[in-house]
């Protein structure tokens, strides 16, 4: 009997593997594979989510992964395939497969065949239905410089804004939250290398520049398990590799900044480079005006520098560099006090990866990253100098499988590890020949993940996508315990958090253009930023996971119906999500910023939860392309250490959030873009009255965050003129002419409160001030492009 | 919060680039009743004043307080007594409106008024006939019985930890004929922290406290450690930033220099920070209150007082 029960478990267990791993062991059918690359015609450029598909049958399909590889296993036999991707015309590839067979494939960007282009945005129009993957947006960059921009600065981190779900933590800034979650929980990538502080200027601009960037993923929840670290986004941008075929150099000239990008060959077809670089200058421009004032010398810009080196081997091995530099340079001078500071801040990423093919079923990837952020003041007056800096620096390496088994199976896996550095804020202080310092020493953590993922169709009408992540976190040595004095030596364990984090997505097709979608994520961070301010900061610092800091955990489940329309012209979805969050940070309601202390001995912790629903409606086609987001959410944190625990709504709790986004084609000339925005009012916590101390007025507050500033609304206006669309010459340009805050809303970026004596009468008043930082912006940007071709 | 100074300078200039606009903000006042608000200091020390306690109520926002609405903020008839440890001494009221005109101007310097606002009438509660002891490491405890409620504190004296070596220097910067940096020394005690709270006058007038008046030893604990010792201003005083922090060759000038416990440290931390704080960037701070059932303070000092001429040119 129980020799029975054995056997019953054993097939059960069988079934379920075979069922899970979509391997059916009674399909005897001989099974080829075709694989390739996928890449543009012109610029040799590998292409991210094309879609490969057998005409005959469209549920046997693959899509390009992010080097531009597809693989697809067929029973043998004669096949008419179809690749299509965004803006370039279809191809079609008559195949009998006898055996496994490589086939590369290039594109041809579709500008003229327009219905082939057509059908192109159809496919991709699909996975809206079609995906397993909930809360992922992809953005060629194409579509996002065609939108208005403030001062004509083409951004990815405020197009990204305007999708359901995501809000900018302020006017005119890259920041963003994620479904109720914090600044510090968004995993931003650069080819793979995390980027610590996406933000120039304070967070008006971000790190990105536009001509540097090919694609752009967010993944809004549920990430699949290959992502960890963060508990509530993935930002994933792809750097452009070089055109491999002609040079090309491209550039803007804005009021802000310039552009300047130059891609070419090394050795055509094999290897490419491109470098891409990008200045502000408005402060340059008013030097001379600052000459002979107490503030010669002042300046502010920043800079970024993008380059991107690959060379193919053959069809199976592929090497990439790609590296990222920038810095805020802030330089402030006061000749007449002898006082003067500089601020520069930055990141540096780097990164090596080698592409492998095993075969036409085994993709493999190796990184190797680099990534480095730095923010420094060096100041003083006269004898009297002051230092700090802080920062992070990663070493890591990854290795990444995606195995193609057959045709209805991805599977993924692969390890991550990074050893970190973290310098807290470090100060010193020299006046004369006295010096003093903060005695903070540097941490150091190892951070490990190991991922499995599968993305398979266990019946016709369900696609899965399941996997597990087992992360782990040590903080090691040098170091000196806070809690019991114990010193540890290098690589000496500290701490180790570890987590299961595993994440499950799953679609039940309802009809060809009707799915219900459905998701979980567990997540863990180990990493964390905790703002005092409305929002992050250079010099906020990132703390890792301790003895007395815990790690981040969170819960999200998501649940949609997506629906297309019209023949795939238009696409919607309505999505609600629900998130649960432990060990949250921040700090207490009497915190003082002081440099004297290590920001994790000011931490208090508590929880959280986030919940809301998203609209979405979308066009992709015709004259007239955009998008209608509206999300309606809540975003709570409790604290036993903030007001006894109470539930109180977050900084970023927005319950009404609506982005309308319109593209209009007028002519072959002119291309007009126009965005709509309206948020309820930020929250604040609202002065309560004064009391007298100290001959003086002092302010005390009403609850946490129980008071909301206006509405925030502000349409944004755009027109493009190409003066010769047409133009074979080498030489090409457009102009775009942008207008931000068309009606000149007022919106408040912050208020503030402050008492005015008047000795005379005796009489005191108590001011309330609202600032409000961007008028009507009007911007001038001149494009322009040249190809060696 | 150097650098978060710093942060504002750069958003103040790009805000200014950016032809941003200010307009007057009303928020929406929440109806609360008024919170009671103490404002009491016991010292020991070269110097020290009589203990006295101010009993005021909180002001809901409102546009201006004048001198008669100002008045009406001092609370009278309220008992107010403190305990040393040994025994409890009943404070006496004392309404300021029934005092010789030498002694009332005298008393409202100790307050830190100027002397020409004598024309507001306060009235505070004093350790008239000295009965508290008053010594280094004893606790005290206020309670107070004000408008149907009653508030605690508690205070201690902590040791004294002088400042010496002062020295007189030229300011950085473009020469100036009138005006000096002071640069003192302290002699931290290892192995404990320490807290300090100092404030400035001039002969004749209040003595008061820097924009930052209180430091802890976390950057010097234990050390022998030179600093500038900044000359104070008023906060709703016009700022100079030529003069900002720098003495006057040829005045008589006063230096209180005091230690101060943890919580009494929080509250002048907290209230410092919030007040100096503001802008873009700032999020609020609720200054730390070691009141249980109000607001302010009840603080212990142990003090000494330095009178010196800034030596001319």
């Known amino acids: 009997m129980r020799l029975a029960l054995g056997r019953v478990a054993k097939k059960t267990l069988i079934n379920l593997v075979l069922l899970l791993t979509g391997i059916s062991g009674l399909n005897a059918q001989v099974k080829y594979t075709v694989s390739g690359y996928v890449r543009d015609a012109a610029s040799g450029e590998t292409l991210i989510g094309a879609n490969v598909i057998n005409t005959g049958n469209a549920a046997q399909g693959a899509t390009t992964n992010t080097y531009g590889f597809y693989s697809l296993t067929l029973e043998a036999g004669t096949y008419r395939l179809v690749y299509s991707y965004l803006g370039y015309k279809d191809k079609y590839l008559d195949l009998t497969l006898t055996s496994n067979y490589t086939q590369n494939i290039t594109l041809d960007e579709g500008v003229v065949i327009e219905e082939v282009v057509i059908s192109a945005e159809r496919d991709k129009q699909k996975l809206n239905v079609e995906g397993t993957q909930m809360g992922t947006v992809e953005l060629p960059v194409e579509n996002i410089k065609k939108l208005p921009a403030i001062f004509g600065e083409v951004d990815v981190l405020k197009t990204i804004q305007l999708l359901p779900g995501v809000l900018s933590s302020g006017e005119g800034n890259a920041g963003f939250y994620v479904r109720g979650g914090g600044p510090d929980q968004n995993l931003v990538l650069l080819d793979e290398a995390v980027v610590y502080n996406a933000g120039h200027m304070l967070g008006f601009f971000s790190v990105f520049n536009s001509d540097a960037i090919k694609n752009t993923i967010l993944i809004k929840g549920n990430m699949p398990a290959n992502y960890g670290g963060r508990l509530s986004s993935v930002l994933d941008i792809q750097m452009k590799e070089g055109n491999n075929k002609h040079f090309e150099v491209e550039g803007g000239i804005g009021l802000v900044s310039s552009r300047l990008t130059v891609q070419g060959p090394i050795v055509k077809d094999k290897s490419s480079f491109i470098i891409s670089g990008r200045r502000t200058y408005v402060v340059d421009l008013v030097q001379p005006a600052l000459k002979g004032t107490n503030f010669e010398g002042t300046n502010y810009y920043f800079y970024d520098l993008n380059t991107k080196w690959n060379y193919t081997f053959s069809d199976r091995n592929r090497l990439y560099f790609s590296g990222y530099f920038g810095n805020d340079v802030f330089k402030f001078r006061q000749p007449g006090r002898d006082f003067a500071f500089d601020l520069p801040y930055g990141n540096k990423t780097a990164t090596l990866r080698w592409n492998h093919l095993f075969n036409d079923k085994m993709f493999m990837n190796v990184s190797a990253v680099y990534n480095d952020y730095r923010f420094r003041f060096n100041g003083g007056q006269d004898d009297f100098v002051f230092k700090l800096h802080s920062g992070i620096r990663d070493w890591n390496l990854k290795i990444d499988f995606e195995n193609y088994p057959g045709n209805r199976n991805v599977l993924k896996y692969g390890v991550n590890y990074t050893f970190h550095t973290l310098t807290p804020n470090t100060a010193s202080a020299t006046n004369g020949e006295v010096n003093f310092a903060t005695n903070f020493k540097e941490k150091y953590a190892n951070e490990i993940g190991l991922y499995f993922t599968d993305e398979f169709k266990a019946t016709k009408d369900l696609s899965v996508n399941a996997g597990i992540r087992l992360s782990g976190f040590q903080q090691v040595g040098p170091y000196t315990s806070k809690l019991t004095g114990q010193e540890f030596g290098t690589f000496e364990s500290v701490k180790f958090y570890s987590g299961i984090e595993p994440r499950l997505s799953i679609n039940l097709r309802l009809a060809s253009d009707l799915s219900f979608k459905s998701g979980m994520a567990i997540t863990t961070q180990y990493l964390h930023l905790v703002s005092n301010s409305s929002s992050t900061l250079p010099a906020d610092i990132w703390v890792p996971s301790t003895e007395v800091v815990k790690p981040q955990r969170g819960i999200q489940y998501a649940a949609g119906i997506f629906k297309n329309w019209n023949n795939d012209e238009i696409e919607t979805s309505f999505e609600v999500y629900y998130k649960d969050l432990r060990n949250q940070i921040d700090y207490a309601d009497n915190y003082v910023n002081d440099i004297s202390k290590e920001v994790e001995d000011e931490f208090v912790f508590g929880k959280g939860k986030a919940y809301g629903a998203e609209f979405f409606v979308k066009k992709s086609r015709g004259r007239l392309n955009g998008w209608i987001g509206y999300t309606l959410s809540r975003t709570l944190r409790s604290f036993s250490d903030i007001e006894g625990g109470r539930w109180y709504p977050a900084v970023y709790d927005r319950p009404h959030d609506l982005s309308v986004v319109a593209n209009y084609k007028i002519s072959k000339k002119w291309d007009l873009g126009a965005i709509f925005i309206y948020g309820t009012g930020k929250l604040y916590t609202p002065v309560r009255g004064f009391f007298f101390v100290d001959q003086n007025l002092n302010l005390f507050y009403g609850p946490r965050n129980s008071a909301r500033l206006d509405p925030y609304h502000r349409l944004d206006l755009s027109a493009t003129y190409t003066p010769k669309p047409y133009s074979k010459k080498k030489y090409s340009g457009s102009w775009t002419f942008s207008l931000y805050n068309t009606y000149n809303r007022k919106n408040p970026f912050f208020v503030n409160f402050d008492t005015e004596t008047d000795f005379q009468t005796g009489s005191t008043t108590i001011k309330g001030s609202k600032i409000t930082i961007f008028p009507i912006i009007p911007s001038i940007t001149y494009n322009f492009k040249w190809n060696q071709k | ?313």
């Open chain 2, 1 to 313: 919060m150097i650098i978060k100074q710093c942060c504002f300078v750069l958003i103040l200039g790009l805000t200014l680039l950016m032809s941003g606009c200010e307009e007057p903000f009303v928020p929406e006042t929440e109806v609360s009743a008024q919170e009671i608000v103490v404002e009491g200091y016991i010292e020991a020390g070269p110097g020290a004043n009589p203990t006295y306690v101010i009993i005021s109520k909180s002001i809901p926002f409102i546009s201006t307080v004048n001198a008669d609405k100002f008045a009406e903020l001092f609370i009278k008839g309220a008992s107010v007594s403190v305990n040393d440890g040994n025994k409890d001494v009943q404070l006496s009221e004392l309404c300021l409106s029934n005092l010789p005109d030498n002694i009332k101007a005298e008393v409202y310097r100790t307050l830190g008024f100027e002397p020409d606002s004598s024309a507001i009438d306060i009235c505070i509660y004093v350790d008239i006939l000295d009965q508290l002891k008053r010594e280094v490491g004893r606790t005290y405890k206020l309670t107070v019985m004000a408008e149907g409620k009653q508030l605690s504190a508690l205070t201690t004296i902590p040791p004294y930890v002088g400042l010496f070596d002062f020295k007189w220097s030229e300011p950085p910067g473009e020469p100036s004929d009138s005006l000096a940096e002071l640069n003192v020394k302290i002699s931290d005690p290892a192995g404990v922290t320490n807290y300090y709270r100092y404030l400035t006058g001039s002969a004749g007038g209040p003595l008061i406290p820097p924009f930052t008046s209180v430091t802890d030893d976390a950057i010097f604990d234990g050390k022998e450690f030179e600093f500038p010792l900044q000359r104070a201003e008023r906060r709703d005083g016009d700022f100079d930033p030529e003069s900002f922090g720098l003495f006057t060759r040829g005045d008589s000038i006063i230096i209180k220099w005091t230690c101060i416990d943890k919580s009494h440290f929080d509250f002048w931390n907290t209230r410092d920070f919030s007040a100096n704080s503001g802008g873009p960037f700032s999020s609020y701070t609720r200054i730390a209150s070691n009141i249980k059932g109000g607001l302010g303070v009840w603080g212990g000092y142990s003090v000494d007082t330095y009178r010196m001429r800034v030596p001319p040119k």
